[in-house]
């Protein structure tokens, strides 16, 4: 029996045949992913397993749980062409896997900016576990690091390794830290947060050329206006796209990612998409897509009611948030700071920050660092009904906590 066949192995994947198998869908299941391992956390590649380097702590789930569910598990195995009449994926080595219906869960790769030697072999990116593994081995022999990029990957990865002693030049293009996602309160924090762990951070300063001779070894990094770095390692942190392609090949509608209806449909009613590769219809109109581990798990969620119990009430609709770990700062966002077109600033005790963005007169966004319980507190809010307004919130004394509890 073809049933459900998934293609990538992430975080939405294994969301979604757990969900599937909890909303009682007894049809084959199965996951077919490029990478060799069982499926993994991304998120902690550039924050704890830089320091522990266990992979087995990474795992979504082991191995017994695909054996158990009849969950059956393609790894390292690509997914090449779709064939939409015949409904089949079919792999590298020539493999035609039937469907009924097929999810995309391909997630996104990394960019490389249109700079002289961006393709340099001695360049480190990271956004798998093999990417992480040659990190960690070069970390060991190297005293000053360049991280091309300063959004978050880049970031985590400069505070990770200032821990272990090694400082980082950090360049950044733009005016800003971390600026697609991030008020400019928070990037000014982490500006002196990591000018404080000993990274030096360089704004308005685009690289344009990264200088290797030899094939392990980048001699140095020129920046546009002619300044040159030197370091042991650099590293490439410039932004992902979503993996569109397989899609693309397909005919399948894809703008900044695969697009999708609020049902996560795509324009084939058996294909479907979620995660980091697609862009989906909010219910204000618009296409987005995230990147996040929220994204991928409640996107899951949502399609697995679809699959298995023909769900089809309501579009997709959930409070976006996300955290990034870097040293002693942990940052949480709910909502989209980028919808924001004003901030709120209160300061808690020590190193704790709420900054409350409003669009208008409503509340978008909640950013905090060292602050989880006004976090979960605004993940409640911002999922009520009707948006909470600047007056409330200011007659509540942004007491976001007092505020969720008062709501029941
Ligand atoms: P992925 O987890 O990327 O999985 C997609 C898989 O599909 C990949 O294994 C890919 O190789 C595979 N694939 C692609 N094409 C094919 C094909 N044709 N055939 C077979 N397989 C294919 N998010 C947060 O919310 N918080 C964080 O702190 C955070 N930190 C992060 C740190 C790092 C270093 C990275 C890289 C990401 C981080 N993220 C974080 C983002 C988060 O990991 C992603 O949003 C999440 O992994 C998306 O899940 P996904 O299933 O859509 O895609």
Redesign the pocket.
């Known amino acids: 029996m073809p049933g459900i066949v998934i293609?990538?192995?992430?975080?939405?994947?294994v969301q979604l045949v757990t969900s599937l198998r909890q909303d009682g869908y007894d049809g084959d299941l199965t996951i077919?992913?490029?990478?060799p391992h069982l499926p993994y956390?991304?998120?902690p590649?550039?924050?704890t397993y830089m320091k522990h380097g266990e992979a087995e702590r990474l795992l979504l789930k082991a191995e017994s749980f695909f054996e158990t569910n009849r969950i059956t598990l393609l790894a390292g195995?690509?997914?090449?062409a779709i064939d939409r009449e015949a409904r089949q994926a079919i792999t590298a080595p020539g493999t035609h896997i039937d469907y009924d219906h097929l999810v995309l869960?391909?997630?996104?790769q990394n960019v490389r900016p249109p700079l002289t030697g961006a393709h340099h072999p001695a360049i480190l990116e990271?956004?798998?576990l093999a990417h992480a593994e040659a990190i960690r081995a070069r970390l060991a022999r190297t005293g000053k690091a360049i991280v091309i990029g300063g959004g978050?990957?880049g970031l985590?990865f400069a505070a990770m390794a200032a821990g272990e002693g090694v400082s980082s030049t950090i360049v950044e293009a733009g005016p800003r830290l971390m600026a697609r996602a991030v008020s400019p309160l928070i990037s000014d924090s982490f500006l002196d947060y990591h000018r404080s762990l000993g990274n030096e951070v360089l704004l308005d300063a685009p690289a344009s050329e990264i200088v290797g001779t030899r094939e392990d070894l980048i001699e140095s990094v020129r920046l546009a206006d002619g300044r040159v770095l030197s370091g042991d390692l650099v590293l490439l942190a410039a932004g992902v796209r979503p993996?569109t392609d397989?899609a693309e090949q397909a005919g399948i509608a894809c703008r900044n990612g695969i697009l999708v209806d609020g049902r996560l449909a795509t324009d084939d009613p058996r294909i479907s998409a979620?995660?980091?590769?697609a862009s989906v219809l909010t219910i204000d109109g618009i296409h987005q897509r995230l990147?996040?581990?929220?994204?991928?798990t409640d996107q899951a969620r949502h399609l697995s009611r679809r699959l298995a119990k023909g769900d089809e009430a309501g579009g997709y609709h959930a409070v976006p948030w996300?955290?990034?770990?870097q040293g002693e700062l942990k940052l949480q966002i709910a909502g989209l700071a980028s919808d924001a077109d004003g901030f709120e600033d209160r300061r808690g005790a020590g190193t704790a920050r709420t900054i409350v963005g409003f669009r208008g007169d409503h509340l978008v966004s909640v950013e905090t660092i060292n602050a989880a319980g006004d976090h979960m507190a605004a993940r409640r809010l911002l999922a009520l009904p009707q948006p909470l307004t600047r007056q409330r919130l200011s007659d509540s004394a942004y007491d976001l906590r007092a505020l969720a509890k008062s709501q029941g």
Do not use: M, Y
Not at 291 to 296: D, I, L, R
Not at 322 to 325: K, L, V
């Open positions: 293609v990538g192995a992430g975080h939405a994947a077919i992913g490029d990478e956390q991304r998120p590649l550039s924050k195995t690509r997914v090449v869960a391909t997630g996104a990271l956004r798998t978050f990957i985590e993996n397989l979620i995660g980091d590769c990147e996040s581990v929220q994204a991928a996300f955290w990034s770990d």
